[in-house]
Every structure is written in structure tokens, then in C-alpha cells.
């Protein structure tokens, strides 16, 4: 059974690597202990953990989710491409059939959120289905470097007025576009669509030109 420090590193790490969170957010600990309900300590050592890794920083006792520049966005979105594309072009053998499961699974999740409005679920089945696509490989050390890389989804544009992106919809299409050519044995097409997703994630994020509106979690979500 994993400790209240764990715990709360693996929750606190998952929400900003799923974007559930802002670049700048302030992480109190008393806050976080009474939404987590667990301990100050264990807040406190998960916090240290990832400003160990560099997922917040920490000014005059203060932690904050960390905010990204444009070029540290471009190194983000081109080490997921590498890690992810390749995990595709480099397999073994067909993909296995519960490999292809978790994809088609977490699309799947990912668009109901999306269309019942529950937009933090969407963020945690989003990352679940581009962990699935590294899974694929069956390349245990790909897998282990990828996790260990904490490679946030990018779904906030990043300057002053940073806002996250409204791109739901579109990110669903393109999941389950990616999911089907992986149904279908077309590792070729799968590994073009998801380069595109990648490339128009990067691009708007950078650029901001898609559609921005802040889209609160539904009320009957639990962290």
C-alpha cells in the first residue's frame, strides 16, 4: 500500500501533467490536504518531490505549477513525438490485442467526457490514451524513460494570459481517427495522424489560435 507521500506526488503529478491544473497555480498545502485528505506532511514531500523534477517551482515558501516558455513547449511536443511516433514505427510485432484495447478505450472515455462536459476526466483519459500509444512498443525501457520524461499535455497557451485551449472536440476526432488506423493494422496512417495532433497541439498552444474558454470541471467531479 503506497504512503500518504506517495500518494500524494502520484495525485498532485497527475493533475498537472493532465493540464488540470494552470501554469502558475498556487499549490497551499492546507488546501490540498483537505481536497486530497491527506496529511500537510505528505502534501508537503509530495510537493518537494516535484519541484525536484521540475513539474512546480518554489518561491519564498510558496509552490507554484510551473509555467512554460514557447521553446520549452517545442522541446516538449518534439520529445513526445519522438517517444511516441517511435514507439509505433519501431514495434516489434502486431499490436497486441490489449494494447489496443487501452487506446481504443481511453478514446473512447475520452470523447464521452468531452461530450457530457466533464473536462478534468477528459484531461486524465487523454493522458491515458497517449500513455497507451508508448505501451504498444512492448519496449519496457521506452516505457520507463517516457514516464520519467513527466510530459505535460499541452492544452494551455503559454504568455501573460495564459488560457486553456477549447480544442475538446477536435482532440476527440483525432483520437479516435488515430485509434481506428491502429484497428485496421495501418501503423503508417496512425503514426501520420498522430504527428498532425501533435504539430496542431504545439502550434496552438504556441500561437493561440484556436478558441480559448476557460471549461470548469462539472460540479460532481471528485479530485
Wanted: glycine share 8%.
Amino acid at each position: 500500500m503506497a504512503s500518504q507521500s506517495e500518494t500524494a506526488y502520484q495525485r498532485l503529478r497527475e493533475l498537472i501533467l493532465s493540464a488540470g491544473m494552470m501554469p502558475g497555480d498556487h499549490l497551499a498545502e492546507v488546501e490540498w490536504s483537505t481536497r486530497l485528505e491527506l496529511g500537510r506532511f505528505a502534501i508537503r514531500e509530495g510537493l518537494k518531490r516535484l519541484h525536484g523534477e521540475g513539474l512546480v517551482t518554489r518561491n519564498r515558501g510558496k509552490y507554484r505549477v510551473t509555467k512554460m516558455t514557447p521553446e520549452e513547449v517545442r522541446e516538449i511536443s518534439h520529445l513526445r513525438a519522438v517517444l511516441e511516433i517511435g514507439a509505433l514505427r519501431f514495434m516489434r510485432k502486431d499490436i497486441p490485442r490489449k494494447a489496443l484495447h487501452a487506446i481504443k478505450t481511453a478514446a473512447a472515455d475520452y470523447a464521452s467526457l468531452v461530450k457530457k462536459g466533464y473536462y478534468d476526466g477528459a484531461r486524465e483519459a487523454d493522458l491515458r490514451f497517449h500513455r497507451a500509444i508508448v505501451a504498444v512498443s512492448q519496449n519496457s525501457r521506452l516505457i520507463r524513460l517516457y514516464e520519467s520524461s513527466n510530459l505535460p499535455l499541452l492544452h494551455v497557451t503559454v504568455g501573460r494570459n495564459a488560457m486553456p485551449l477549447d480544442d475538446f472536440d477536435l482532440a476527440a476526432k483525432e483520437h479516435n481517427a488515430i485509434s481506428a488506423a491502429l484497428g485496421k493494422g495501418d501503423i503508417d496512417l496512425a503514426a501520420r495522424l498522430l504527428e498532425d495532433h501533435l504539430k496542431r497541439g504545439e502550434s496552438e498552444v504556441i500561437g493561440g489560435e484556436a478558441p480559448v474558454t476557460r471549461r470548469s470541471s462539472s460540479r460532481n467531479e471528485k479530485i
